[in-house]
């Protein structure tokens, strides 16, 4: 059996990033770390709108969409369903 059939695609072994995150992950979890930093510097200089906005911005549309993106319940790493990995190990 190919052993790199097993591995996880877009994983450090395929140039891609250790976690298995793809472009479109990272670059959400990028904006919402920018949000954050920015809204953390508009409450610095005394923003009472802009400051806060960005901050509910980044922690919780741009954070959890780049974790989230993506995923979709029951599937594992290969795109096969939990069940088919299951028994095809057997």
Known sequence: MDRNRD????????GGSPFGLRRW????????????????????????????LLLVLGYFLFLPAGLLAGWRRG????????????????
């Not at 599937?75 to 057997?90: F, I, L, N, S, V």
């Open 7 to 14: 591995r996880v695609r877009g994983g450090a072994e395929n």
């Open 25 to 52: 992950n990272l670059l959400l979890l990028v904006a919402g770390a920018v949000s954050v930093v920015a809204g953390y510097v508009q409450l610095h200089r005394g923003s009472v709108n802009s400051g806060p």
């Open 75 to 90: 599937r594992t790493a290969d795109g096969k369903g939990a069940q088919a990995a299951r028994t095809e190990g057997e």
